[in-house]
T-cell receptor
Framework: DAKTTQPPSMDCAEGRAANLPCNHSTISGNEYVYWYRQIHSQGPQYIIHGLKNNETNEMASLIITEDRKSSTLILPHATLRDTAVYYCIVRVVGATNKLIFGTGTLLAVQP | NAGVTQTPKFQVLKTGQSMTLQCAQD?????MSWYRQDPGMGLRLIHYSVGAGITDQGEVPNGYNVSRSTTEDFPLRLLSAAPSQTSVYFC????????????FGQGTRLTVV
């Protein structure tokens, strides 16, 4: 599975959009990009995933660059409850469903 | 729908003791896995299973055993606990890749003294 690189921490003002970057320059054509978050030592929570196209759900949007070497998770209106560690993970299609976590980005939403 | 249930939530062991961390899911998921998380770090994969009767090692398997006799259950066994195994343990399950997300339990906090 490709390695990902994320900034260790970011701040965001409450109500503003939070844009979390992820670099996955060695991603291959059959690898999906997944985002999970972990709120204060709870079990990680799935947010969104994508392969090539941009994706949106009720929680967030995922923007993947055309060359697929990087992506951005967007929380459109961050709240204090969005303060968490956000993990960007790439997974191979048809693999064993393994999720290999990095150290993630600690997003601190400020009032 | 309970999702993924881990027991116990907290446990203190003495060095050398053995114990089993329980994980059960009620979503009929094929894939289950165990992670450990040490302070300030991300989750590290211990063992995983792609279905009943099939298990494999993850990144940090030493000191842990698993088995998968049913689809629902995936217990993690510590044969002889060591202080280095003090950690928070998470169990996860997921269905057919890549269409479904992974669901995580709420964790077991284990302290080995």
């Amino acid at each position: 599975d490709a390695k990902t690189t994320q900034p260790p921490s970011m701040d965001c003002a409450e109500g503003r959009a939070a844009n979390l970057p992820c670099n996955h320059s060695t991603i291959s054509g059959n690898e999906y990009v997944y985002w999970y978050r972990q709120i204060h030592s709870q079990g990680p929570q799935y947010i969104i995933h994508g392969l090539k196209n941009n994706e949106t759900n009720e929680m967030a949007s995922l923007i993947i660059t055309e060359d697929r070497k990087s992506s951005t998770l967007i929380l459109p209106h961050a709240t204090l409850r969005d303060t968490a560690v956000y993990y960007c993970i790439v997974r191979v299609v048809g693999a064993t469903n393994k999720l290999i976590f990095g150290t993630g980005t600690l997003l601190a939403v400020q009032p | 729908n309970a999702g993924v249930t881990q027991t116990p939530k907290f446990q203190v062991l003495k060095t050398g003791q053995s114990m089993t961390l329980q994980c059960a899911q009620d979503m009929n998921h094929e894939y289950m896995s165990w992670y450990r998380q040490d302070p300030g770090m991300g989750l590290r994969l211990i063992h995983y299973s792609v279905g009943a009767g099939i298990t494999d090692q993850g990144e940090v398997p030493n000191g842990y055993n698993v088995s998968r006799s049913t689809t629902e259950d995936f217990p993690l066994r510590l044969l002889s606990a060591a202080p280095s195994q003090t950690s928070v343990y998470f169990c996860a399950s997921s269905g057919t890749f890549p269409l479904t997300e992974a669901f995580f339990g709420q964790g077991t906090r284990l302290t080995v003294v």
